[in-house]
């Protein structure tokens, strides 16, 4: 597909792996750069293309609007097959790319939701903290269930080659609880986490975009 996109997104959120993705792809892009979860002004930038005022939202050449970070993912990879960024449809890991793809948004992004403003659920502000701490303790579980039934049998987790399953964990594996505790309770998709960070072809993304300063890793 030729033409530009348009990805409203931010620096460091779930916008990134898109991002990645599209830079791998060789596409062009625009950024509209709206962190929504600063407050209204941002999320107005978004509303016109995505009424939940949710990053990422992905306008195509055609005009088609995408949200949900995993769906554009999927997408982008399927419509460049010679990329080899997804397993193809009738390819043996296929299931397991797309078990992996929709977990990561359903068991583990969907809590940021509540981590980012637990104000959403509770006033008090004890509770509060208790909500970011079991929020935690999930999110490093459901990191742990995943790594025990996901063991890479190459450099990356499906295998020998790189997918955007991977830059996806690469990225949400970056939000609390942070590196540091997911390096503890995913000891075999670590050494790939590592990998996707040091892929040069991502290096220059990575410093504009989620760049690694001093304790990123928590």
Request: proline fraction near 7%; charged fraction near 25%; charge should be neutral.
């Given at each position: ?74 997408a982008l990879a399927d419509l460049h097959p010679e990329s080899r960024l997804a397993p193809g449809p009738l390819e043996r890991r296929r299931a397991q790319f ?121």
């Amino acid at each position: 597909m030729t033409g530009q996109f348009t990805l409203y997104g931010a620096k460091g959120s779930g916008s990134v792996p898109v991002e990645a993705a599209m830079t791998l792809l060789g596409l062009s892009y625009e950024i509209v750069e709206a962190a929504t979860w600063t407050g209204p002004e941002q999320q107005a930038k978004v509303e016109k293309v995505n009424p939940l005022k949710q990053i990422p939202a992905l306008v195509w050449p055609g005009g088609e609007v995408m949200t949900e970070s995993a769906a554009i993912l999927i997408a982008l990879a399927d419509l460049h097959p010679e990329s080899r960024l997804a397993p193809g449809p009738l390819e043996r890991r296929r299931a397991q790319f797309l078990r992996w793809m929709i977990y990561v948004p359903a068991a583990i992004y969907s809590l940021y939701w509540i981590r980012d403003d637990p104000s959403r659920l509770a006033d008090d502000a004890d509770v509060q903290a208790d909500i970011k701490r079991r929020t935690a303790d999930r999110i490093a579980d459901c990191w742990r269930m995943m790594d025990s039934q996901l063991r890479p049998s190459g450099p990356y987790l499906l295998g020998g080659e790189l997918s955007v399953l991977d830059l996806y964990v690469a990225v949400v594996s970056r939000w609390g609880p942070r590196r540091k505790r997911f390096y503890e309770v995913a000891p075999h998709m670590a050494n790939v986490v590592r990998r996707v960070d040091a892929d040069p072809r991502l290096a220059a993304l990575w410093a504009e975009r989620f760049p690694f300063e001093d304790g990123w890793e928590g």
